[in-house]
């Protein structure tokens, strides 16, 4: 499979261009984890961390969870990898988990992410809160954070790829 990324219109409105620049986001990570198999994904590359591309994209479908059902839509979605005793489960691979299953996930809380996006405007409040304060956020704001979150992981994933297989890029 071969994942296309495109940047949004330079003229595009705002609500397209958050979206835009969010899915390019999406799917650089996509990217990053293209052509690898289960065993060079789950590597946690950089040592002493245990940060791994599999792991990322665990996290990534946690937090798109978080913030587009929990937070956005008031669903009372519970965690998909982590727990009370392992708040960072994402990143704690067993045996089992495998790259079809975290990307399969990830892909649907991407999809439900934007039909719960699709029924906001920019300036709409969230019907839920965070674990982290009980303000409501706007949705332009959740998808700025979600840019900003994507972004900073993306960086993490060219150097976890890079220690992989060399492979390096935007």
Not at 148 to 153: G, K
Not at 157 to 170: H, Y
Request: proline share 4%; hydrophobic share 35%.
């Amino acid at each position: 499979m071969t994942i296309e990324r495109r940047e949004p219109a330079t003229d595009a409105g705002e609500r397209a261009m958050l979206e835009g620049w969010l899915d390019y986001h999406r799917a650089t990570l996509a990217v990053k984890c293209e052509g690898l198999d289960d065993a060079q994904l789950r590597t946690a590359s950089v040592p002493p961390s245990e940060l791994s591309l599999l792991g990322l994209v665990r996290h990534m479908a946690e937090v798109e969870r978080s913030w587009f059902r929990r937070v956005l839509a008031n669903d009372d979605a519970g965690p998909l990898y982590y727990s009370d005793e392992d708040p960072d489960g994402e990143f704690h691979l067993g045996e089992a988990d495998t790259w079809e299953e975290a990307y399969t996930t990830w892909q649907g809380e991407i999809a439900v992410a934007r039909r719960n996006a699709a029924r906001f405007g920019l300036d709409d409040l969230s019907e839920g809160r965070s674990r982290f304060t009980d303000k409501p956020f706007n949705l332009r704001w959740i998808y700025t954070h979600m840019i900003e979150e994507y972004a900073r992981h993306n960086g993490h994933a060219d150097l976890l790829r890079e220690r992989v297989d060399g492979a390096t890029g935007d």
